[in-house]
């Protein structure tokens, strides 16, 4: 089974949660379901499990009046052989963006607090209102994305041994020894093809064959389409795919802000704006906002009418450039604005899945880029990602300017520090 970092969020949350629900909430084919599942059946004496995609009879539980009581009783009527032992049950409802009424029941289930109650979805915001009121007090909320860096080398086997020891390279801020450097960026460029969704890890793992992690993910690929036609109105279906299909050709320009433009030539925000926000919805991108200055709070500056898109599973976004681009990018061959593009996709993915909060900054001269900054301790701090050896004109600009506390560039390369920049390999990417 693949070890997952959020394994530790549910049961901290097991220990700590009063008259609180849970809801995960992510993209599809991440593993929700399954880590939930584990956790229910190791943790608890009794696991009931609502799926309101695969059995839409179970939205009849929540007809009617939502006061747990009936809520107990109908689920004993629709589920068969449940046992609600009290202190010692979890309630999973599954695929809850397909129930809206399940969702405001969450508030009365909390307040019950005799049973355990997870829920987990997609597109939740689509269905905000169809809901008769959302449980804000009563639900707490954890986004889960498909695997991170640390969580492949995990399911590589990789020991956490070797992790701690690549940390405290980072800690020194010492060169790594070349093999152990070599082998970690090989380990990265295959992140980079077969990425975090476990379905395609696990058949990495099973054949150790490229060919077959490709076809995994153009079938995770038609799914996401059948999503769109299951969850998109008729008259917006075409236009989100159009809009994610793009974001190969977004990346793979010099400047890889999202231009409506490139999605079709009759493109503008009118048109395909609400199309973006269906796709951060489900889950499958990101949005990161330019600033007009890189100062704290970057909440104060941003400039949302200039973004870049980047899409939540860095092996997905690869599968779109197609197999030889695959092939390219594992043997390191790759040239051109499309490389960068994608290492920049790699680091948001990395640091995404951290948890961290990402702008970057483009100056009105269009003289300075900085690919990613991140508030800590009250400082804004810039991260540089280079794909291929270079200067860093831009980032060295912004530590004259702006005096930041220390300044990352992420690189093929080894370590080595200067002044307040940091010099790092871009696996490093893990531990800021």
């Known amino acids: 089974m ?12 097991k220990a700590k949660k009063s008259r609180e629900c849970l809801l995960v909430r992510g993209a599809r084919q991440i593993g929700k379901t399954f880590i939930i599942e584990d956790f229910g059946k190791k943790h608890y004496a009794s696991y009931i499990y609502l799926n309101f ?16 009581v009936e809520i107990y009783k109908k689920i004993s009527l629709y589920v068969r052989n449940v046992s609600f032992i009290e202190g010692d049950t979890l309630i999973f409802l599954d695929e809850i963006q397909d129930c809206p009424n399940a969702r405001t029941a969450l508030k009365f289930l909390a307040i019950d607090d005799r049973y355990d109650v997870i829920a987990s979805g997609s597109l939740l915001g689509l269905h905000y209102k169809e809901m008769a009121s959302i449980p804000v007090g009563y639900e707490r909320t954890l986004e889960m994305y498909s695997l991170d860096f640390e969580e492949f080398l995990w ?10 020891a690549l940390h405290e390279y980072f800690e020194r801020k010492e060169k790594v020894d070349d093999g152990i450097h070599q082998q970690f960026m090989s380990l990265l460029r295959e ?25 995994t993910q153009k079938k995770i690929m038609e799914s996401y389409r059948e999503d769109i036609k299951h969850y998109a109105s008729a008259t917006t279906r075409q236009k989100i795919s159009d809009c994610y299909l793009s974001i190969p050709r977004q990346l793979a320009k010099e400047y890889t802000k999202f231009q409506y433009k490139v999605v079709s030539r009759e493109g503008n925000a009118r048109r395909y704006e609400n199309c973006l926000n269906w796709l951060v919805d489900a889950g499958m991108i990101k949005l990161c906002v330019n600033v007009s200055t890189p100062q704290f709070p970057l ?3 941003e400039k949302p009418e200039q973004f870049k898109v980047y899409v939540t599973d860095i092996g997905l976004l690869t599968s779109l450039y197609g197999y030889e681009t695959q092939t390219a990018l594992l043997k390191d061959t790759l040239v051109g604005p499309a490389k960068g593009g994608i290492y920049e996709n790699l680091v948001f993915d990395m640091l995404m899945k951290r948890g961290m909060t990402l702008n970057y900054f483009k100056n009105d001269k269009n003289t300075q880029e900085i690919e990613f900054l991140f508030v800590q301790n009250g400082a804004v701090v810039p991260i540089e990602v280079k794909s291929k050896r270079g200067a860093t004109v831009s980032l060295n600009t912004f530590i004259t300017e702006y005096a930041p506390p220390y300044a990352y560039k992420l690189v093929a390369g080894n370590m080595g520090v200067s002044g307040t920049k940091i010099t790092m390999p871009l696996y490093m990417a893990i531990f800021i």
């Open 2 to 13: 693949l070890q997952r970092k959020i394994y530790r969020n549910l049961l901290d949350w």
């Open 155 to 164: 399911a590589v086997g990789k020991a956490p041994d070797a992790i701690t």
């Open 53 to 68: 995609y695969q059995n839409p009879e179970h939205k009849k539980i929540f007809d009617g009046s939502l006061e747990a």
């Open 191 to 215: 992140y980079l093809v077969v990425g975090g969704m476990p379905e395609v890890v696990n058949t990495f793992l099973k054949t150790n064959n490229y060919q077959e992690v490709y076809a």
């Open 299 to 301: 909440v104060a500056y």
